[in-house]
T-cell receptor
Framework: DVKVTQSSRYLVKRTGEKVFLECVQD?????MFWYRQDPGLGLRLIYF???????EKGDIPEGYSVSREKKERFSLILESASTNQTSMYLC????????????FGEGSRLTVL | AQSVTQLGSHVSVSEGALVLLRCNYS??????LFWYVQYPNQGLQLLLK??????LVKGINGFEAEFKKSETSFHLTKPSAHMSDAAEYFC??????????FGKGTHLIIQP
């Protein structure tokens, strides 16, 4: 099975801080995604990447950036955290030949004070 | 753009009763369809998927779903609920370059 590991399960940051959320997958999958999950809103796609150094905006990219320097690692960056970015962040990976089957990490719950 | 609608943010059933979680998609071209489950404090995991072929799809933990093109639906069922089925369930559709579009989720509550 693909294993997707998110570096931090719980983070507490202050408004204006720069936040890095790291995600690593161990199965050489081409596609990686960052979602945000909020009650009543489901999952919303922030950014995704189909290859190293490649990134595409999802539905809600404002206030976020990403980095994919290596195939196995996809980082989400909050340049200046705000309270409305308090949320659960989910990283996922999928194989190019089976793009709909996503493998998710356990999530990173971020609280911005 | 693709959209996925899950009817009911919360569904409550008794242990042993039928589970029915509803999902409708909007697309003139049938997409690939998925159900994911999220247990408390965990990420999502794939329950089942429909791509082509047989319209009744069986998944893990006794769940199944039926693709009905005429109704643009992909409802999830399980004949007999178990306490361990309590979780959040997400329907999703894949039909474009942006990956999956998820519904807003249905929280399944199992009453003892």
């Amino acid at each position: 099975d693909v294993k997707v590991t998110q570096s931090s399960r719980y983070l507490v940051k202050r408004t204006g801080e720069k936040v890095f959320l790291e995600c690593v997958q161990d199965m050489d999958h081409e596609n990686m995604f960052w979602y945000r999950q909020d009650p009543g809103l489901g999952l919303r796609l922030i950014y995704f990447s189909y290859d190293v150094k490649m990134k595409e905006k999802g539905d809600i990219p404002e206030g976020y950036s990403v980095s994919r320097e290596k195939k196995e690692r996809f980082s989400l960056i909050l340049e200046s955290a705000s309270t409305n970015q308090t949320s659960m962040y989910l990283c996922a990976a999928s194989f190019q030949g089976d793009p709909g089957e996503l493998f998710f990490g356990e999530g990173s719950r971020l609280t911005v004070l | 753009a693709q959209s996925v609608t899950q009817l009911g943010s919360h569904v409550s059933v008794s242990e042993g009763a039928l589970v029915l979680l509803r999902c409708n998609y909007s697309s003139s071209v049938p997409p690939y369809l998925f159900w994911y489950v999220q247990y408390p404090n965990q990420g999502l995991q794939l329950l089942l998927k429909y791509t082509t072929g047989a319209t009744l799809v069986k998944g893990i933990n006794g769940f199944e779903a039926e693709f009905k093109k005429s109704e643009t639906s992909f409802h999830l069922t399980k004949p007999s609920a178990h306490m361990s089925d309590a979780a959040e369930y997400f329907c999703a559709a894949e039909g474009g370059a942006d990956g999956l579009t998820f519904g807003k989720g249905t929280h399944l509550i199992i009453q003892p």
